[in-house]
């Protein structure tokens, strides 16, 4: 059984009552504004409490696993774009690039492009069936570019999809206190991953080849089915098309800067390593220098998201938005390799900040029971901007004949971004004050008058009992 009232959302969910007939609503200062609220009996999520651990630890390990294969496969294309280059360009094409591109680009684009319906599937059948029916995508491959488009483009990007969200979501229902730790530990393990498999695609995409390099690949997402066995949700599953998260201000606009900061967010990924093909080191370096220090990034920044409040959280995403942008800008002024290893590191730390912090913003802004919807409609916005930043970048490089322009403009947008985010906290903390000053004048307006001192008191009600108060004496 629910109630559903017109009201504000409140970030303290276990202070949420069921509301019978006749009863009025607690007052809380810390609500948000323009949403409706559900709320809920106790043991059905409004009085949920995560556990903080135990068998969490055993989600955290089969999310880290699902992390590491689909991001460590993602953030490794740059190996994978040189081998489908060899095997598909065309000398008087001056638009290959431009078309190599698009696979990758696809398969990072469907992860956040299906994100609104994979959350719905997740509301309706839970983490686990999602999961692992996502996992099974990447069973299928094939030699030619156009259809590479549809088997790794889109099933495997949409697999991955069916499948990270998922590993998100379900931490939330193991921890609130040690969210970001947890985050920070999952999204970790990509960065693991991001290390080791350049270095893996390295020693045997020459000798095996293209097709069987994909199928070697697979096995890390057969791995994958088999551990997200593991999800097993805690909170019920209720709701199958959600709009009510738009209702709250501060998601719409933390929503829009994110999106905005991502259309450049991939270009380094897919084009960085052609970048130093000149240069007559081994490319894969850097990628594994990316992957380190995300790493690094994502253990600190979510254990240091977890002493900051709120959301102020969001500061860190503010702050590696903005260097990863000049990150970018500075790449084509890097003329020796070394400072490409320094950039790199500062790419991978602004990466752990913004992926670790991304699930506990959503946790802050609309609480538990809204947090699988508003990570997949985040993550569908994301979608349109993140596949199209890697096919401009080669189209620029195809028609300026170096990468100047498009890594200069690439640093753009998360700059923007970054500007645009800056001000949720700000709005948030107005929109808090409102409706406290609001609550304040309501409650002034609900109690008596005090008696003057000197007066006696009178009850219409009987005799006066002793030890009544002027306000028990008015009801």
Not at 408 to 436: D, E, T
Request: charged residues 10%; aromatic residues 12%.
């Amino acid at each position: 059984r629910s109630t559903t009232v017109s009201g504000r959302y409140c970030d303290d969910a276990p202070s949420v009552q069921l509301l019978e007939a006749g009863c009025k609503p607690p007052l809380s200062p810390v609500c948000d504004s323009e949403s409706v609220v559900r709320v809920e009996e106790p043991g059905h999520g409004a009085a949920f409490v995560p556990p903080e651990g135990g068998y969490g630890w055993l989600v955290v390990f089969a999310a880290t696993w699902c992390n590491g294969s689909i991001f460590g496969i993602q953030n490794s294309f740059g190996i994978l774009h040189m081998m489908l280059m060899k095997e598909h360009a065309d000398p008087d094409d001056k638009t290959s690039q431009f078309k190599v591109a698009w696979v990758g680009a696809l398969a990072m684009g469907m992860i956040f492009f299906c994100s609104p319906v994979v959350s719905m599937f997740t509301d309706r059948f839970g983490c686990r069936k999602t999961a692992v029916s996502g996992a099974v995508l990447f069973l299928f491959h094939c030699s030619s570019l156009s259809l590479r488009y549809f088997t790794y483009g889109i099933l495997f990007g949409c697999g991955c999809s069916f499948a990270f969200q998922p590993s998100l979501v379900i931490l939330g229902h193991y921890f609130r206190q040690r969210l970001g730790l947890a985050n920070g530990v999952v999204t970790a393990g990509a960065s693991l991953f991001s290390m080791g498999l350049p270095v893996l695609l390295n020693k045997v995409g020459e000798p095996l080849g293209l097709s069987r390099t994909f199928q070697i690949l697979s096995l890390f997402m057969l791995v994958q089915a088999l551990l997200a066995l593991l999800f097993k949700p805690l909170l019920p599953v209720r709701k199958y098309f959600n709009l009510r998260v738009f209702h709250i201000l501060t998601y719409r606009l933390w929503a829009f800067g994110v999106a905005t900061a991502v259309l450049g967010y991939f270009v380094p990924y897919v084009h960085l390593v052609r970048t130093i093909m000149g240069m007559l080191v081994k490319e894969w370096v850097l990628l594994v220098c990316i992957g380190a220090s995300s790493g690094v990034g994502r253990l600190a920044f979510g254990k240091i998201g977890d002493l900051i409040t709120g959301v102020q959280k969001i500061y860190m995403q503010v702050v590696s938005f903005m260097a990863l942008g000049l990150m970018s800008m500075m790449i084509p002024q890097c003329l020796v390799f070394e400072w490409l290893v320094v950039v790199c590191v500062f790419l991978g730390l602004c990466d752990g900040c913004f992926l670790t912090m991304m699930a506990p913003i959503a946790f802050e802004l609309v609480g538990p029971m809204q947090a699988s919807q508003a990570i997949g409609y985040l993550l569908g916005l994301m979608s349109l901007p993140m596949t199209a930043g890697p096919p401009i970048a080669g189209l620029l490089h195809d028609y300026f004949g170096n990468y100047t322009v498009a890594f200069s403009l690439a640093g753009v947008p998360p700059i923007v971004g970054g500007v645009v985010l800056f001000f949720v906290p700000l709005i948030h903390r107005r929109l808090q004050a409102a409706a406290s000053s609001e609550e304040t004048s309501t409650t002034a307006h609900m109690l008596p008058t005090p008696t003057p001192a000197g007066e006696p008191k009178s009850c219409s009600n009987g005799d006066i009992l002793p030890g009544y108060t002027d306000v028990e004496t008015h009801i």
